[in-house]
């Protein structure tokens, strides 16, 4: 450590060499804080007193601490992102066990063949006139879906849309189960996991931008933990690893799947972080 400090931060100007987005500029300032024999929960506390000074310094806003907590899983499987907006509901939310026996042939090949089948409820979306609809179907396509089917509730009872290819007890589960109200929209997609949730997650943003569900005066901060996850899968017989953060943090040693590492290729993308903690352990790093 510097001059025999046991902690220290800096300040540093950085510049991304990489794609842009419309949520990433090409410079930005980083804080870099280093501390020696500290755990993980040491470094989570500091950062978040520093978020909460940042907040009520620059925007005058309280923030109330500890920041919550939630897992990749936990964001991804609900909101179908590691970057999830908590200002408003709507959340994700998984028909497996509901659909496990259904004889409706879409899904129940996409739940034989290992995929996911989840929905979001929208209030008051049956009153959605079918070009929209209609245009929403198309949108999910081209996010990479194979489609979106729907059931509308009014009078106490699903109508339109799919609602004819279920049996009496798998509407009545689905109504009770996800908490159905007189004109919620539900709408439905049936594919891969990794296709499902990140699917449903990009029409939960796009949905609540069109109609007016987000409230822009609350801030929301979720801390994510375990993020640095890696979903293996094979190309040309050879184990592909792609990281769910960039390759440069640390991931604890359960994330790692120690399946055939010497012909693993990573592949790495980075999500919005407020904090992410840096390899300090030779045994997390995979070389080649």
Do not use: W
Not at 69 to 91: Q, V
Not at 188 to 206: C, E, I, S
Not at 232 to 243: E, W
Request: proline share 3%; glycine share 6%.
């Amino acid at each position: 450590m510097v001059s025999g400090f046991d902690r220290y931060f800096q300040i540093v100007k950085c510049f991304r060499d990489e794609d842009l987005r419309k949520d990433r500029q090409p410079e930005f300032t980083q804080i870099d804080i280093e501390m020696s024999f500290v755990e993980e929960n040491d470094v989570i506390e500091i950062a978040n007193g520093l978020i909460k000074t940042l907040f009520l310094k620059i925007i005058g806003e309280e923030i109330t601490l500890p920041i919550r907590k939630m897992t990749y899983k936990e964001a991804f499987e609900t909101y179908g992102t590691d970057k999830p907006d908590l200002r408003f509901d709507m959340r994700i939310q998984s028909l497996n066990s509901i659909l496990a026996h259904t004889e409706f042939k879409v899904i129940k090949d996409v739940l034989i063949g290992g995929g996911n089948v989840a929905c979001l409820v929208m209030p008051g979306g049956a009153e959605m006139p079918r070009n929209r609809l209609d245009k929403l179907i198309e949108e999910t396509k081209s996010l990479g879906a194979r489609g979106l089917a729907y059931l509308k509730y009014q009078k106490n009872q699903f109508v339109a849309g799919i609602a004819k290819f279920f049996s009496a007890e798998e509407l009545k589960n689905m109504a009770d189960i996800l908490d159905i109200k007189e004109n919620d929209l539900v709408l439905m997609v049936a594919d891969r996991y990794q296709t499902t949730y990140p699917v449903l997650g990009q029409l939960r943003l796009m949905l609540a931008e069109e109609f007016g569900l987000i409230d822009k005066k609350r801030n929301e901060l979720p801390s994510e933990f375990e993020i640095n996850q890696f979903e293996s899968f094979d190309v040309k017989n050879k184990l592909r690893l792609k990281l769910h953060d960039h390759s440069f943090f640390y991931s604890p040693s359960h994330c790692l799947d120690k399946r055939a590492l010497d012909t693993i290729c990573i592949d790495a993308y980075t999500s919005v972080q407020i904090l992410s903690i840096k390899i300090h352990k030779p045994h997390n790093n995979l070389q080649g």
